[in-house]
């Protein structure tokens, strides 16, 4: 019994650890409650007790776009909690050391070439067409799918994937309009160079709150904001070199905000690993998947 204990121990410290999946947020890649293992060797193995050691990485590699990532909250309500001790999160990486991505004013990527059929976006229908639409999701087998709000004129908000968005409207065609909440290049974008270690990331107007917020919360410098202009260390900078790489983490719900439009970009030193199989699943014959 002692010896299996240990075995067990050993595997989740060194090679796979788990973890479940706290909201709807990757739906429908991943639903609520699923367990997920994950490979801790994916992008080299970290070192635990960061707050004695330090941050270490043992044989090192790149997350790539589109990897569904798990990592440590990267904006704890505790801040005094060690990296490595905060709770657990998990998205999709978009955007990768130097890569440079087009934000709108909600910080949702534009024109990304990292796609999922299961990446959800927001569509909006007349009121009074919403029994219809309960009864399609019924038959369809679109579970947990609630409003998410209402238009100004009073049309009802849902969050569908562009897969569930081609099942409805083959099911319904012109008996019902399924309209984008926000249709395409309706926002103006900016671009946000993804922080690569010792490269400096010049600062605009559009990313000077998210660049100082950077400076200050992860490289534990004394950075300020004052209009559009960061301060480090009393000095107004005009562009700023990390100390790490970061990463740019989506979740497929655009109502679900617990990623990267929230907290901003993930540092490398949060990263735990990636997300391999669902050991756990909510439904039948995802006993086992391969997550992509």
């Not at 309706?186 to 671009?191: E, N």
């Not at 005009?238 to 990623?259: A, G, L, R």
């Not at 490398?268 to 014959?285: F, T």
Request: with cysteine.
């Amino acid at each position: 019994m002692i010896i299996a204990v240990l075995a067990v121990i050993i595997v989740r410290t060194l090679f796979v650890t788990s973890c479940f999946i706290p909201s709807s947020g990757m739906e429908n890649t991943l639903y609520r409650g699923e367990g997920v293992l994950v490979g801790k060797w994916s992008y080299g193995w970290r070192v635990p007790l960061q707050s004695v050691f330090g941050y270490k990485r043992l044989l090192p590699s790149e997350v790539r776009q589109g990897d569904i990532v798990v990592f440590n909250n990267p904006m704890p309500a505790d801040t005094s909690l060690s990296v490595d001790r905060r709770e657990l999160y998990i998205s999709r990486c978009i955007g990768t050391p130097g890569d440079t991505l087009m934000l709108n004013n909600q910080l949702i990527a534009e024109g990304t070439d990292v796609f999922s059929p299961d990446t959800k976006a927001l569509y909006s229908y007349p009121a009074e067409r919403d029994e219809a639409m309960d009864s399609v999701l019924h038959s369809l087998g679109i579970t947990d799918n609630q409003l998410a709000g209402y238009t100004p004129e009073g049309n009802y908000i849902r969050s569908f994937s562009y897969y569930e968005h081609y099942l409805i409207t083959q099911r319904l065609g012109e008996k019902l309009k399924l309209a984008p909440l926000y249709p395409e290049n309706s926002r103006k974008a900016y671009p946000f160079v993804v922080p690569q270690k010792g490269v400096a990331v010049k600062i605009y107007p559009w990313n000077a709150a998210l660049i100082g917020n950077m400076i200050a919360f992860h490289e534990k410098r004394d950075a300020s904001l004052k209009g559009d202009t960061v301060y480090v260390d009393g000095m107004p900078v005009k562009e700023y070199t990390f100390s790490q790489d970061y990463y740019w983490m989506v979740s497929n719900d655009p109502v679900n905000i617990n990623d990267s439009r929230l907290f901003g970009f993930v540092p490398e030193n949060h990263i735990i690993g990636k997300a391999l199989r669902i050991w756990y699943p909510s439904k039948k014959g995802r006993f086992m998947k391969k997550i992509q």
